[in-house]
Nanobody, 121 residues
Framework: QVQLVESGGGLVQPGGSLRLSCEAS????????MSWVRQAPGKELEWVAAIGSAGYSSKYADSVKGRFTISRDNAKSTLFLQMRSLKPEDTAIYYC??????????????RGQGTQVTVSA
């Protein structure tokens, strides 16, 4: 079955950086677009970024554009999210997700258990 395991979250000060990773198994990773999504306390799930199956295409939510970078290593079935210039409003649980497609990157077939990111002084 599909397994998505996130890591790399933690506590960081405003303006800091973190790099999240997601190890995937149970499907042909290199054939699938991938997404990062997040859920802040008391809020709905928010799509953050998506990347095409080969890694050449990517797109971002306006709230993170210019600060976050999504990437992938298909040889290692691993997805990344480099986060810079972090703000307190980026505090959330971050999930790796397998979307239906790159075009429908906010509709998910599966999602991991998440990793907590807290941005606070």
């Amino acid at each position: 079955q599909v397994q998505l395991v996130e890591s790399g979250g933690g506590l960081v000060q405003p303006g800091g950086s973190l790099r999240l990773s997601c190890e995937a198994s149970g499907f042909i990773f290199g054939n699938s677009a991938m997404s990062w999504v997040r859920q802040a306390p008391g809020k709905e799930l928010e799509w953050v970024a998506a990347i095409g199956s080969a890694g050449y295409s990517s797109k971002y939510a306006d709230s993170v554009k210019g600060r976050f970078t999504i990437s992938r290593d298909n040889a290692k079935s691993t997805l990344f999210l480099q986060m810079r210039s972090l703000k307190p409003e980026d505090t959330a649980i971050y999930y790796c997700a397998q979307p239906v497609s790159y075009v429908r990157s906010d509709t998910y077939r599966s999602r991991g258990q998440g990793t907590q990111v807290t941005v606070s002084a």
